[in-house]
């Protein structure tokens, strides 16, 4: 427990100053005036964070080296979200017969299927089906070649299999949430439960909208954790009409984000700030625990999101105010 401790102490420390270089909202406000993406892209790269994505993972090795035991397995699953969009890149590739080198760019540096060999066999594969029996055990292949198994002579659609593989991602982080000391499960709950929460929310609005699925395949792609949503709700977010959540959600603390948004994207953003509110309240929690990490990286997923939409909206020459009505973050001086 004293080593924990102190392991705790050391790492907070650094986390509160790492905390203090994430960039305000004032900052991405001005961002968001920037006359062109190449301006932008010069300020990003001037603040270490030209490539987003790249910022996140950089940022999770750090809080990984603070880290041993339980709590650094906690983070270890986190991570491996990445490890799913990874396979879902590949997967699409594959699907719309894409080559290796047009997509390399676009793998994160982390797990079996960053970029190098072991992605580009994936790529060889005949079949999505093929492309299954090829992943290793863990984490994805041994639930994913179930889901072909249970399939049978139906078409396999690659859709599923990115969503039993995200589900298995989370359900993961969860599971080792639970099997944390008393009072680091505590707070590391408040983070990743209201994370799993949000996804669970925006998944199924989309099932429901964009794939049009049944209430039992929707409960079958659903992730078992989160918490304020358990088996009873995410039945009702199953089964109710969209339209209706908003009231009978009214007593969590989504609600009001159900009831300001009219579309699964807009759901997403308004989730998204209730994530923030979240992450910032465990960081005013006892500093000697692991929620004040995860908060610290849920905080630098969000800001990386709001800058990717920045970059991407410069682009597209998205409007200034279209650019900041989108952004996340919340922290300022």
């Known amino acids: 427990m004293a080593s924990a401790l102190r392991r705790y102490a050391y790492g907070q420390a650094r986390i509160r100053a790492k905390l203090s270089r994430l960039l305000t909202r004032q900052q991405l406000e001005v961002f968001a005036a920037y006359p062109d993406e190449s301006l932008l892209s010069r300020e990003l790269a ?4 030209e490539d987003p994505a790249a910022a996140v993972l950089s940022r999770f090795g750090e809080v990984l080296d603070m880290l041993a ?11 491996a979200r990445y490890e799913c969009e990874n396979l879902g890149v590949l997967l699409r590739a594959l699907e719309r017969g894409v080559g290796y080198a047009e997509i390399a760019a676009l793998l994160h540096p982390v797990g079996a299927l960053a970029p190098g060999p072991r992605a580009e066999e994936l790529l060889e594969a005949r079949s999505l089906a093929d492309a299954v029996s090829r992943l290793d055990a863990k984490p ?4 994913l070649r179930r889901h072909v ?5 139906q078409p396999l659609e690659r859709f599923r299999l990115e969503l039993v593989a995200e589900r298995v991602v989370y359900e993961d982080v969860w599971a080792a949430v639970q099997g944390l000391e008393p009072g680091d499960r505590r707070f590391a709950e408040r983070v990743v439960g209201v994370k799993l929460d949000c996804v669970n929310l925006v998944r199924t609005a989309r099932l429901r909208t964009h794939h049009g699925l049944a209430p039992e395949e929707v409960l079958a792609y659903a992730i078992r954790g989160g918490l304020h949503l358990g088996a009873a709700q995410r039945a009702v977010l199953a089964h109710e009409p969209l339209e209706a959540w908003p009231a009978l959600f009214a007593s969590t603390p989504y609600g009001v984000a159900l009831a300001a948004a009219g579309s699964p994207p807009q759901l997403e953003a308004e989730l998204a700030r209730v994530l923030a509110r979240a992450a910032e309240r465990v960081l005013g929690a006892s500093p000697f625990q692991l929620g004040l990490m995860l908060a610290y990286l849920v905080l630098v997923e969000l800001q990386a999101a709001d800058l990717r939409r920045l970059l991407e909206g410069k682009r597209l020459q998205r409007p200034e105010e279209w650019l900041g009505a989108g952004l996340v973050t919340r922290r300022g001086p």
């Not at 001037?46 to 964070?49: E, R, S």
């Not at 994805?140 to 639930?143: D, H, I, P, S, W």
């Not at 198994?149 to 002579?153: I, Q, W």
């Open 46 to 49: 001037a603040l270490g964070w």
């Open 69 to 79: 035991g339980q709590p650094r397995d906690v983070v270890l699953a986190y991570r």
């Open 140 to 143: 994805f292949g041994e639930v």
């Open 149 to 153: 198994r249970a399939a049978g002579a």
